[in-house]
């Protein structure tokens, strides 16, 4: 029920702090840190790659997954759309190991690569919300997200719940004698997704100056924020209908820039100290040709707060806390627009054809 919100997506975007903080219990051990199912763990530490598969908001968490589990537990990763990898199937390494994102775990396209992958004998994990769907049931493992349902179309809680599930289990699964104290780090980041959810009415007044009556919106990043930028533009576009392009800010010069012109709104995602000057920089070039940029940087980067500002949280988790911003600056341009929140139009909430 969504009680006394007037949509699911507000609803769901206002729980992520909790679900965080379920996670964390969800995950923890006796001794008082994170793990994951010992024989899920063997699974990851005898593969020599992951194959993360997803569409969506799904592969867009896998996206970052993957810096998860490269930088984690040096095991390196491939990330696919389901509706390509099925029909296009890369070389695969000697010991594949495949993990599939699934909000509803119901999702036709990645499902049609689990009964491939499986047919070739190669071992299989769903990351999921859902206990007993379909991907769940077919695959070798499971991993929970404890997100509770999702009812709004548009994913909310179930990505930074899939970040959170990623980041313990790439932790988990960690060769290194865990120098990142991961519960720590995740608590503080809930603590920053409940700081960016109380700033409803400064979302509320970008989305009307920024993107009311606007035909296109742009997401730059660079790093992590990309990933999220890609998420950012997805949200938008699905609720609002406006057009929107996640891109890398590198990738400007190389063509995009060609599409800003007078008032085009530009929000650039500035949350990773090593790039972010550049990033700046990109931003400059958009502005100098008359476009409207919303920065959002972090605390604790000693940069110029001139936007939305993050508190500061460990800098592989940014993205928990940096979409907060996007999903809720979607909400309402897609309120101030009269579109359908939680039902946006040609959609469904678990695409179950291929
Ligand atoms: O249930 P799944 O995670 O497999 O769904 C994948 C996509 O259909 C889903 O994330 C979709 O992109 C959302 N509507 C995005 O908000």
Redesign the pocket.
Known sequence: EKGTYPHYMLKEIDEQPGVIRKIIAAYSTEEGTLDIDPYIKQAFQHADRLYVI??????HAGLIGKEYFEKLSGLPVEVHISSEFGYNMPLLSKKPLFLF???????AD?RQVLVKVKALGYPSITL??VPGSTLSREADYTLLLHAGPEIA????K??TAQLAVLAITAYAVSCDAHKLDLKTELAIAANAIQTMTDAKEDLKKLAHTFLTDKRNAFFIGRGLDYYVSLEGA??LK?ISYIQAEGFAGGELKHGTIALIEEGTPVIALATQSSVSPNLRGNVKEVTARGAHACILSMEGNNEPDDGLVLPHVHELLTPLASVIPLQLLSYYASLQRGCDVDKPRN?A???TVE
């Open positions: 997803a569409a969506g908001t799904s592969y994102i699934t909000q509803s775990g119901e999702t990645s999921t919300n179309v548009a994913s909310t179930a990505y997805l949200k699905e959609l909430k678990s695409v």
